[in-house]
Every structure is written in C-alpha cells, then in structure tokens.
C-alpha cells in the first residue's frame, strides 16, 4: 500500500558515492568508518546533493580523543522514508481507518510490546523520549481534518449570521427562513 516516493538511506548514498568513486561495497571494515566520514563530509559540502540526501543529521558518530576525526563508531543511524498511500478518490472515512490503524501501529511499536520489537531492541523498552518510528507521512491528514472543520464550522456561522441579518433588516422571520433555505440550498449545491 505504500509507495515509497523519496528516501533517506546513508548506505544507499553511500554505496553509490563509492561506485562514482570505482570503490566497491561494502568497503573493508578496516576502512568502513574513515569512509563513511568522508562520504559524509562530501555529501554536506556538495551542491548536487539535493536535501533528502544530505547526511549529517541521519548519522551521530563517535569520537575517542575528542577530535573531530576518525570517528570510532557510530552512535545512532537514522533511515527516513517519505511515501505515498496512493489513496486519491477514496472516501474520507476508509482513509482516516486507515490512519487510525497506523497510529495505533505506531503505538504498539514504540511502547515495545511488540514481540519483533523486543528482539530488535532489547532492554530499551518503554521508551520515554525517544521515538523509533514517527507517523509524520500522516502529517497532512491532521491538516486536512482542520480544513474540514474549518469549513464547516465557517459555513454554520455564516449562515446563523446571513439568517439574523435579514431578520433584523426585514423583522420578518418567514423572509430570514427563506433566506437560510436558499442558503441552505446553495452550500447543498455547492458540496454535492
């Protein structure tokens, strides 16, 4: 269901960083980390690399001598990846069950009650600050769901406005219910 449109992967940047350079991967574990620096020096100094791939704030290395080279490990790798659901047309309601389902997902991942997650990350659950997936792809579904309601709340407001306008420009309650009748028609019209 998901389509992946864009992806953050420093090992797939870096593999092809070393095919532009005729190196092979993966390289030596002798050579791993100084080349993964390099690669990562290069790509934030580099213009031809567009923003999903630049890489200084997906990899946190680690320092022995408090210098800021060679690194001697790598604390923490990040992968982001940014999808389409391929949902157009489909009904709000199945879109938001959808959402829904993610999010509690998302839940289940990162309170590690998941069997799968325990191995993958043992002794490292609850996790208190620290998020290991985020539904940021449902981002715009927040957005969407407050046009909505922005709408709506906006077209009972006008309406309850338009209707004691002509109310108390007329003092004619049967003109101010036709008024909101004919209002009411046109937002039926209009929404479909």
């Given at each position: 269901l998901l389509g992946i449109q864009e992806q953050n992967c420093i090992m797939k940047g870096f593999r092809d960083w070393l095919g532009e350079h005729n190196e092979t991967f993966p390289v030596p574990q002798g050579t791993y980390l100084s080349r993964l620096w390099d690669f990562v020096v290069y790509s934030n100094k580099h213009?031809?690399?567009?923003?999903?791939?630049?890489?200084?704030?997906?990899?946190?290395?680690?320092?022995?001598?408090?210098?800021?080279r060679p690194p001697t490990g790598i604390s923490v790798m990040f992968f982001t990846f940014n999808t389409s659901l391929q949902v157009w047309g489909n009904p709000h309601d199945a879109i938001k069950d959808w959402h829904d389902d993610w999010d509690s997902w998302i839940g289940d991942v990162n309170s590690g009650d998941l069997p799968w997650?325990?191995?993958i990350y043992?002794?490292?659950f609850p996790l208190k600050d620290k998020i290991i997936h985020s539904a940021d792809v449902w981002v715009w579904m927040h957005t969407q769901l407050m046009l909505v309601r922005g709408a709506i709340s906006g077209t009972l407001m006008s309406l309850s406005l338009a209707t004691a306008v002509v109310f108390g420009a007329t003092l004619n309650i049967l003109m101010a219910l036709i008024?909101?009748?004919?209002?009411?028609?046109?937002?039926?019209?209009?929404?479909?």
């Amino acid at each position: 269901l998901l389509g992946i449109q864009e992806q953050n992967c420093i090992m797939k940047g870096f593999r092809d960083w070393l095919g532009e350079h005729n190196e092979t991967f993966p390289v030596p574990q002798g050579t791993y980390l100084s080349r993964l620096w390099d690669f990562v020096v290069y790509s934030n100094k580099h213009e031809s690399f567009v923003p999903h791939l630049v890489y200084n704030d997906k990899i946190l290395f680690k320092f022995g001598d408090g210098t800021d080279r060679p690194p001697t490990g790598i604390s923490v790798m990040f992968f982001t990846f940014n999808t389409s659901l391929q949902v157009w047309g489909n009904p709000h309601d199945a879109i938001k069950d959808w959402h829904d389902d993610w999010d509690s997902w998302i839940g289940d991942v990162n309170s590690g009650d998941l069997p799968w997650v325990q191995a993958i990350y043992p002794n490292t659950f609850p996790l208190k600050d620290k998020i290991i997936h985020s539904a940021d792809v449902w981002v715009w579904m927040h957005t969407q769901l407050m046009l909505v309601r922005g709408a709506i709340s906006g077209t009972l407001m006008s309406l309850s406005l338009a209707t004691a306008v002509v109310f108390g420009a007329t003092l004619n309650i049967l003109m101010a219910l036709i008024v909101l009748l004919e209002l009411l028609g046109v937002v039926g019209y209009v929404l479909g």
